[in-house]
């Protein structure tokens, strides 16, 4: 199991959550296809600086114009925007952003990350100010560089493919923040609704916002956990700067990756339930909806098969395979939703085939490969990724079948050397 921690204790920005991303390892070229995908004519810049004698990665948001602020004007008033006869009495609603994501060309678990992180925003800024979310005009997160740093943020966590995100305590700063209409404490009312019941917070350090309220709504989207991080082995670790150096507080952000102890082969012999239920009189489209809602319910596996009976009457087989603790709530929904009087169940022994990454220095620089790994530590499986593949083929001019060929045969030379 991939495990991603976020150790905040000088809290947590997107410019160094950005920076901590690619300091652990994700390509910079896809961020910038991200940015391109965005059309809105901003430009990611990275650079490595020293914080606190720790070598870190820095990410900053920039327009080409060198006369526009990005920092404080409203996107709707960027040339871009202003460009493209964007109305502006609508632009900063919920909606219109949504619509920006949506239509740029980038991952489907990427555009969902980042309209979940926004409708969490709006939800919460709503809530704080007895609002209709469709009056949110986000006075905290107008400008521009916040609906791009939000989508970066989400594309990088979509390579990472961690399978649960954990986070330290947080440390959201303090003092007051002021607005044209006034000012808020810190954290800001957005800040603590986003954070909710489970995350431990403490405040050191300067007065200042160490943990925005976009940070917050990231963190929720992306499910973190503020439990104790299970024990793992790191593989990655990446720092990320922010812009201002404190003299009693290292200003980054660190990220560690890994895999769970015994480091990559955990539960690759475990115990799941296998759930069966025969049914003759659902239609097909009521069998894809029960299908999504026990997926929803945590099922690891549902599918239908046929079988005949007796009487050559042809009947359905539902079969349900999940963990142990889920099989309850999985068999009272069968029964609540097919008025079914019986369903057949039994445990199993399950076994995986232990998968991790690696990454190998190529004549293309590092690459990204998914190992598949018995118990007794024999290669099954040597997979380099798709996606870098298919970015070095396109800019070598090669096909992506070479570049992956020569990506497995380096691995398996050196590690078999």
Not at 90 to 114: D, G, M, P, R
Request: proline share 5%; with cysteine; charged share 20%.
């Amino acid at each position: 199991m991939r495990i991603g921690y976020l150790d905040c204790f000088a809290g947590m920005s997107s410019s160094r959550l950005i920076g901590a991303l690619v300091d652990a390892g994700v390509p910079a070229d896809i961020l910038h296809e991200a940015v391109e995908a965005l059309d809105v004519g901003a430009r990611l810049d990275l650079m490595h600086i020293k914080r606190n004698t720790i070598e870190t990665t820095k990410a900053h948001i920039s327009l080409a114009s060198e006369d526009v602020d990005i920092e404080t004007l409203p996107y709707y008033e960027l040339p871009i925007f202003v460009n493209k006869g964007f109305d502006k009495g609508n632009f900063q609603l919920l909606s219109t952003i949504i619509a920006l994501i949506s239509n740029a060309t980038l991952s489907e678990k990427a555009k969902e990350l980042a309209t979940e992180t926004f409708m969490l925003l709006a939800q919460a800024e709503a809530q704080a100010r007895a609002l209709p979310i469709e009056e949110i005009y986000f006075h905290r997160i107008r400008a521009l560089n916040t609906v791009v740093t939000i989508t970066l943020c989400c594309v990088a966590c979509d390579w990472l493919q961690v399978d649960q995100w954990y986070a330290s305590p947080i440390n959201v700063g303090s003092g007051m923040l002021k607005y044209p209409e006034g000012s808020l404490p810190i954290p800001t009312p957005a800040t603590l609704k986003l954070l909710g019941e489970t995350a431990p917070i403490f405040s050191y350090g300067p007065q200042k916002e160490l943990l925005t309220a976009t940070c917050a709504a990231l963190l929720k989207a992306w499910k973190v956990s503020f439990a104790p991080c299970p024990v793992l082995c790191v593989n990655r670790i990446g720092y990320g700067a922010g812009r201002i150096e404190y003299d009693n507080l290292p200003n980054f952000l660190r990220i560690c990756i890994g895999d769970t102890v015994k480091g990559k082969l955990q539960g690759i012999d475990s115990k799941v339930v296998v759930t069966e239920a025969e049914f003759s009189n659902l239609h097909p489209e009521q069998v894809k909806i029960l299908q999504q809602e026990l997926y929803e319910k945590a099922a690891q596996l549902v599918y239908t098969s046929s079988i005949s009976s007796e009487v050559n009457q042809v009947t359905e087989k539902l079969t349900v395979i999940s963990l142990p603790d889920d099989a309850r709530a999985i068999r009272h929904h069968l029964f609540s939703q097919m008025a079914l009087h019986t369903v057949h169940w039994h445990t199993e022994h399950h076994e995986d085939l232990a998968h991790y990454d690696e990454m190998i220095l190529t004549p293309w620089g590092d690459m990204k490969v998914q190992i598949g790994q018995l118990l007794d530590n024999k290669i099954i499986s040597v997979v380099p990724d798709v996606q870098m593949c298919e970015s070095v083929a396109k800019k070598h001019g090669l096909h992506p079948d070479q570049i992956s060929k020569t990506v497995k045969t380096l691995f398996l030379t050196r590690k078999n050397s």
